[in-house]
């Protein structure tokens, strides 16, 4: 049982491999779509920019796989990666995503410091969500984006954050689960929501 | 709301940090990656890594500092020292660090800031501006480690980078630097009111209300700090306590 880490060139994969590896988690570092199939989890990293990132992952097509896998398996997106569950993003032009979830990608806007970076608090929604377990109201978190998601639904949203506008900072649907925040990079809060994630895995398999 | 941040800095030279620190709690008190993984677990928001070494192998030993890092400490570091290439920058933040933070190598090529925020993005580019007072509104960049005088004004530098893509600001004052007389109030202001990017604020910390005023009356969005962590005068968790105290939002 493992979780495949998915390697599409877009920055950082090493950080997401140290942090699942420090919590004691199977991961494999990928672009293989069959190793991505025989995954027991998925998760999308991503450090970048929004059309890059599609165009990468069609490079490797890995476009299908992900589309027919990340609703059979568990999936985390990270940032970028999850941004591009939705269907469209208004990074420089209007560019695809894989439109699993509805909703769409857009510019923080211009009134408050652009990119949004450095640590801020979570204001938690789904109080029972088992992958925010242990994580308390106010705890901090790290953001890099200059983007952030507009979610078609306002339920699939379990945390936000406040910078002058309010943030979607966690989502989940179903088996979906997605962070705007680095938990790779948050440190012993941002290794407890992948400890929580590894442990949704364990239990479903 | 986003918090104030607290950012150890470890000069780093052939892999080893200078000046001697001595932590009970520290099997190797000259470990870089120990080091940083002990300030991770204290509290601290960021960490930055200044390679000092003086060699042709410092482009070698920057990239294992990376990735030795990426390994242990689980927030966002920066590390400088020397990077001038792109190809160079790539290599460190393919290991894991956050940020590169170039220097020198910005005011003798400024297109350098512009290339890689394009191929990077704009919050992965530190500019490292060191200044040093000259007369009435005018601090002056110097390079090579505080050698080299340029002649250019340190607030037009400061406008000038972020135009070109820089996505944070490390301003260190040379006349403050190792004073530990408190932050230059002076400079750093100067520089926060014409930037709409991040500003570390660095030299010259010695008691915690440096850092309160820093932030508080020239709008530092984080301090560096060296020496009162390094030898133990203070803990992170009590600088932030504090902070806390002073209406400052921080991280605990």
Redesign the interface.
């Known amino acids: 049982m493992y979780i495949a880490v998915i390697n599409y060139n877009m ?2 994969i ?2 997401v491999k ?2 699942f590896k ?1 919590i004691g988690a199977n991961v494999r570092v990928t672009s293989n779509a069959r190793v991505i199939s025989n995954a027991k989890a998925l998760v999308l990293p991503g ?3 929004y059309k890059d990132a599609y165009k990468n992952l069609k490079k490797l097509n890995l476009i299908k796989v992900l589309k027919e896998n990340i609703r059979k398996k568990i999936f985390l997106g990270i940032c970028l990666g999850m941004q591009l569950l939705f269907e469209y993003s208004l990074e420089n032009g209007k560019n695809k995503g894989l439109g699993i979830l509805k909703g769409s990608v857009e510019k923080i806007p211009q009134f408050v ?1 652009v ?7 979570l204001k938690i929604l789904k109080r029972n969500s088992k992958i925010l377990s242990g994580i308390k109201e106010g705890d ?1 978190f ?1 953001f ?1 984006h ?1 983007y952030y998601i507009i979610p078609g639904s306002k339920y699939v949203v379990s945390s936000t954050t ?2 002058g506008i309010e943030i979607a900072a966690s989502i989940e649907h179903d088996n979906i689960y997605g962070f705007q925040f ?1 938990p ?5 809060g ?2 407890r929501l992948l400890e929580n994630f590894w442990n949704i895995v364990k239990e479903k398999g | ?3 104030k ?1 607290i950012i150890p800095c470890l000069d780093v030279d052939k892999g080893r940090v200078v000046k001697g620190i001595n932590f009970v709690d520290i099997k190797d008190a000259g470990d870089p990656v120990e080091l940083a993984a002990f300030y ?2 204290e509290g601290a ?1 960021e960490i930055v890594f200044l390679d000092i070494t003086a060699s042709h192998e410092r482009r070698k030993t920057v990239v294992d500092l990376a ?1 030795k890092t ?2 242990k400490v ?3 570091y920066t590390i400088g020292g020397g990077i001038s290439r792109i190809e160079h920058i790539r290599e460190i ?4 660090a ?1 940020k590169i933070s170039i220097n020198t190598a910005a005011v003798r090529d400024p297109s350098l800031i512009n290339r890689a925020s394009k191929i ?4 992965c580019i530190v500019v490292a501006i060191d200044a040093k007072y000259k007369n009435k509104d005018f601090w002056e960049v110097y390079l090579n480690g505080g050698r080299t005088p340029t002649g250019i004004n340190a607030v037009d530098w400061a406008k000038r980078v972020e135009e070109l893509g820089a ?2 600001i490390l301003l260190t004052s040379m006349d403050k630097d190792g004073t530990k007389d408190g932050y230059d109030i002076d400079l750093t202001g100067a520089v926060t009111s014409v930037v ?3 500003v570390i604020a660095s030299g010259g910390a010695g008691k915690l209300e440096h850092l309160r005023d820093v932030i508080k009356y020239a709008g530092a ?2 301090v560096l700090v060296a020496s009162i962590f390094h030898y133990r005068q203070y803990r992170i968790r009590e600088a932030k306590e504090y902070l806390k105290s002073e209406g400052i939002n921080v ?1 605990i």
Do not use: C
């Open positions: 920055g950082n090493s950080s140290n942090a420090r450090v970048g920019a410091k990119p949004h970076m450095g640590w801020n608090q901090n790290y890099v200059s406040d910078y680095h790779e990079k948050s440190s012993t941002g290794l | 709301m986003i918090t941040r991770d677990k928001d990735s990426a390994e689980f927030i966002p933040l393919r290991k894991g956050d990077f993005g704009s919050q996505g944070e709409n990017i991040p969005d984080a991280r």
